[in-house]
């Protein structure tokens, strides 16, 4: 797995110059580049948007959410310290951007619209990540179930169980110890059974709860991983 200096694939030999890595372009903008970071954020944005909607679940408030976590994020790169990938970093700030939207509101946002689908003023927000389904109705009653999540439930489920991230990376996005990924992902899982039990039996009211799996252990493409100690959780798990 590549870690937080390592060079992104490029062009062949004789196309043109190596693309440049996520942390030679995050101090290239802090150095005055005003390319840098446009070409940073425009590398993952897709992943980010992603993870902005499924956590917020309202496209409009996700898209909010993300400009909000960019302008931080183009803010704050000279605090960067290297000691996790830029991607991490970029992913702790747009989740926490989430989160903080979500609690300031105290909404638990609405049902985003079926994948393909704008809304009425045309807007997106990006790249719609494909429905796990492919059943619409199917897919807007599991989005509903995992709207109606608790906000820390929500976002380590979409992180690892949504997006593939490994336990330990989800850890350092969120600035939480594993464990308390583990537990607020076991937590989510046992109260989306009982929402969703209906869908494997065929049945319209949810049965008791199913067994559940254990989650995407594997690190997605494209994200680097580095060694570093997740911040305590000062808070209390949720119930």
């Known amino acids: ?40 954020f425009h590398r993952h944005r897709d992943r980010l948007w992603a993870v902005a909607l499924r956590t917020i679940a309202d496209r409009e408030e996700a898209a909010d959410a993300l400009q909000d976590a960019m ?16 991607t991490t970093w ?5 989740v926490n951007a989430c989160l903080d939207r979500m609690r300031r509101r105290q ?32 897919a807007l009653v599991v989005r509903q ?7 820390e439930q929500r976002a380590a489920l979409v992180l690892v169980d949504v997006q593939g991230y490994p336990v330990a990376e989800v850890a350092r996005i969120l600035g939480v110890a594993e464990g308390t990924v583990k537990s607020r992902c076991a937590r989510g899982r046992a109260r989306l059974a009982v929402v969703l039990g209906h869908l494997r039996t065929g049945s319209d009211e949810p049965t008791d709860v ?3 799996t254990a989650g995407n252990r594997r690190p997605p493409e494209g994200v680097g991983s580095s060694s ?12």
């Open 71 to 86: 302008l931080s994020a183009h803010r704050a790169a000279a605090r960067f310290r290297g000691d996790s990938a830029v």
């Open 145 to 151: 179930a995992l709207a109606a999540l608790p906000a």
């Open 90 to 94: 970029m992913h702790r700030i747009v």
């Open 107 to 138: 909404t638990h946002a609405t049902v985003p619209l079926p994948d393909g689908v704008h809304d009425d003023a045309g807007h997106t927000g990006g790249v719609e990540p494909a429905a796990p389904v492919r059943d619409h109705d199917t």
């Open 228 to 239: 570093g100690r997740a911040r305590p959780d000062a808070s209390q798990e949720e119930p």
């Open 1 to 40: 797995m590549a870690g937080p200096g390592a060079r992104t694939s490029g062009p062949a030999a004789g196309d043109g110059p190596p693309a440049r890595s996520d942390l030679e372009l995050l101090r290239a903008h802090v150095d005055g580049d005003r390319d840098a970071f446009t070409e940073l």
């Open 210 to 212: 199913p067994r559940v």
